[in-house]
T-cell receptor, first 115, second 112 residues
């Protein structure tokens, strides 16, 4: 399997612009997670989906952030408008139950810089 | 509040040493615990997953133990190598298929 795929790998944008991050989970996985990593706060969950339905979005910072999962093989995280404090590495992860025991597998991340 | 703490924050050892990384969690009612490795500028690689009913898991030179009642886990690395240099992260989940709560990590440096 190709693993979790994220795009773009790097994004540099100016404050106020819209940013869209994309994720393709591992085929067959039914849970998808978006995490953000910063030096100050470490790794934190933003939102996660189970069977394409958002389950916990308590980590989404504010209304500028939104996430969708239109089907089992694709999810987006959108920031509009972006701000310098959104600069971070955004990771997507996926998991499944059964013999996989809900072990989470992470993508390579998108490094976002907002100037 | 559910929190995960890792000690030490950084560790430097000579090649060949056996070492232990520590992880503690405030709420012992975990569903499972995962240890990850993160290389600089890279994503997370899952090393070991321990279910709440298990005491330990082993993979090659790595052994992770879990003491749920005391809220602790350790990652034991045998015969360390320079290639083991990375940040090691501990994370717990409290629900089946739920989110992970991460510690801040231990940055390991193994000197040749």
């Amino acid at each position: 399997d190709a693993g979790v795929i994220q795009s773009p790998r790097h994004e540099v944008t100016e404050m106020g612009q819209e940013v869209t991050l994309r994720c393709k989970p591992i085929s067959g996985h039914n849970s998808l997670f978006w995490y953000r990593q910063t030096m100050m706060r470490g790794l934190e969950l933003l939102i996660y989906f189970n069977n394409n339905v958002p389950i916990d979005d308590s980590g989404m910072p504010e209304d500028r952030f939104s996430a969708k999962m239109p089907n089992a093989s694709f999810s987006t995280l959108k920031i509009q408008p972006s701000e310098p404090r959104d600069s971070a590495v955004y990771f997507c992860a996926s998991s499944e139950g059964g013999i996989r025991l809900y072990e989470q597998y992470f993508g390579p991340g998108t490094r976002l810089t907002v100037t | 509040k559910q929190e995960v703490t890792q000690i030490p924050a950084a560790l430097s050892v000579p090649e060949g040493e056996n070492l232990v990384l520590n992880c503690s969690f405030t709420d012992s009612a975990i569903y499972n615990l995962q240890w990850f490795r993160q290389d600089p500028g890279k994503g997370l690689t899952s090393l070991l997953l321990i279910q709440s009913s298990q005491r330990e898991q082993t993979s090659g030179r790595l052994n992770a133990s879990l003491d749920k009642s005391s809220g602790r886990s350790t990652l034991y690395i045998a015969a360390s190598q320079p290639g083991d240099s990375a940040t090691y992260l501990c994370a717990v989940s409290y629900n089946q298929g739920g989110k992970l709560i991460f510690g801040q990590g231990t940055e390991l440096s193994v000197k040749p």
